[in-house]
């Protein structure tokens, strides 16, 4: 079985949604209702990937524009926060196109369909990606702490221990 990346996909999608655009704009005269229709199902098409690249898109490669006076850690928590939404709203935008495309089985609905779970996919990776990080760095706090608090409970015992050890010898 030959597997296809997301981007090919994707790229195809746009290629296809391109030549559709242009056939839509090519159309001289009073359109009937067919082209009326194949002219909305291409700008709703090509408004829904804008929509998926520029609310979701840049988010992979951006970091938080917020300044954080508290640890990373609630950074990371906030970042991963925020991706969860985006996925989130991806998703029910999803379910939406789906309803549609079940209640009307045109290619441009089943494309919409393809748009918006590529939206989701990317969401779920985002959103993956920076709660792994926090996951990782919430570990590695808690062992740290957990550490210091035992380091602290042997000091104590030590202290407890040398100071009966110096009450016997008086």
């Known amino acids: 079985m030959k597997r296809l990346r997301w981007m090919d996909t994707f790229l195809a999608l746009l290629s296809g949604l391109e030549y559709a655009y242009r ?7 009073p359109a009937n209702e067919e082209e009326k229709k194949m002219i909305k199902n291409v700008n709703d098409n090509l408004k829904i990937i804008r929509e998926v ?3 979701h ?9 917020e ?5 990373e850690l609630d950074k990371l928590h906030n970042d991963a926060e ?5 996925y989130g709203e991806a998703v029910k935008q999803s379910e939406i196109i789906r309803e549609q495309e079940n209640a009307a089985a045109l290619k441009a609905a089943r494309s919409a369909l393809r748009a918006s779970l590529a939206a989701v996919r ?7 990606a920076k709660y792994k990080k926090y996951s990782k ?3 590695e706090i808690a062992e740290e702490e957990e550490r210091e608090r035992t380091a602290d409970e042997f000091a104590k015992r030590a202290r407890r221990e040398g100071l009966v050890w ?3 010898k008086v």
Do not use: M, P
Request: glycine fraction near 2%.
């Open 137 to 139: 760095l919430a570990q």
């Open 122 to 128: 990317a969401t779920k990776t985002v959103y993956d």
């Open 23 to 29: 056939t839509a704009t090519d159309i001289e005269g």
């Open 67 to 71: 300044v954080y006076e508290e640890s």
């Open 53 to 55: 690249i520029f609310n």
């Open 82 to 86: 925020r991706a969860y939404l985006k």
């Open 57 to 65: 898109a840049d988010d992979v490669k951006q970091q938080s524009e």
């Open 166 to 168: 110096l009450h016997w």
